[in-house]
């Protein structure tokens, strides 16, 4: 028997204040254990997507399910399962790698787990720097270093909000590779990016959004199959 998706989303709809309907009754479900791309321009209603499915943002209408919990009532019964990696770097630059992300644990009052936080900063070549100060660390580093934060209290479903926008093409690879060891970790991924390249590279299963609404939800190679010459117009809208 199949598992029930770890995440449900339902006629989603989020109209701002200024009447900009960034999302338009949005339907996915989203799979225990696999890595989901969301596919789509600027202004598309990514951001928007995340911050309601973690609880953060109220929508217009519509429902989203965490592990059985509404997620929209009340997030806090679902809010230790997740990690959520946002666009902006949000760290301390005088603290020191480990600090921070022992601290980001301390704040969902779970007790102190070195060997965790160690394997966490292994996974994600840390390790060597977890006595430097953020300040002295590279931009890829920085962005390691907001996974490990949000990995701290070992959530099973991990959001990464655009997480190789601006970093070069190595580095790019690294985050990829960072991804896949969570995969296969067993946590449940789901990223935004505006790189069909990128979501290929990563997802299982990827969804086009664009203007708030979702235009295609399919496994990797069918998507590849199905756009065929398309592929580049989609890359550019
Ligand atoms: P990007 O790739 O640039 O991050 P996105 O796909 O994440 O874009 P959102 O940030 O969700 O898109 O924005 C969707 C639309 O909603 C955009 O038109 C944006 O200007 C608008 N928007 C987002 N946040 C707000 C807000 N707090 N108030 C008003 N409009 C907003």
């Not at 965490?66 to 019964?77: L, Q």
């Not at 301390?106 to 390790?127: C, H, M, Q, T, V």
């Not at 430097?132 to 490990?148: D, E, P, Q």
Request: hydrophobic share 40%; with cysteine; proline share 4%.
């Amino acid at each position: 028997r199949r598992m029930p998706p770890i995440i449900s989303v339902s006629h989603l709809s989020k109209t701002y204040g200024s009447g900009l309907k960034a999302l338009n009754d949005v339907n996915l479900d989203i799979e225990r254990g696999e890595i989901f791309a969301l596919l789509g321009p600027n202004g598309a209603g990514k951001t928007t997507l995340i911050s309601i499915i973690c609880g953060i943002a109220n929508p217009s209408a519509g429902t989203v399910s965490v592990d059985g919990h509404d997620n929209i009532k009340d997030y806090r019964a679902a809010r230790s399962m997740i990690g959520l990696v946002p666009q902006e770097l949000h760290t301390d630059a005088f603290e020191s790698v480990w600090a921070t992300v022992s601290y980001s644990r301390g704040l969902f009052g779970k007790p102190a787990n070195p060997a965790y936080i160690e394997k966490i900063l292994r996974d994600l070549s840390l390790w060597d720097r977890r006595d430097s100060r953020i300040m002295t660390l590279s931009g890829g580093m920085k962005r390691r270093v907001m996974i490990a934060k949000a990995l701290s209290h070992e959530p099973q479903i991990l959001f990464l909000d655009e997480p190789t926008a601006g970093v070069d093409v190595e580095l790019r690879k690294g985050m990829w590779d960072v991804v896949r060891t969570l995969r296969d970790a067993g946590v449940t991924i789901i990223l935004t990016t505006h790189y069909i390249e990128e979501a290929e590279e990563m997802a299982d299963r990827i969804g086009v959004i664009n203007k708030g609404e979702i235009i295609l939800v399919e496994r990797k190679a069918e998507l590849i199959q199905k756009l065929g010459k398309k592929r580049m117009t989609l890359h550019l809208v």
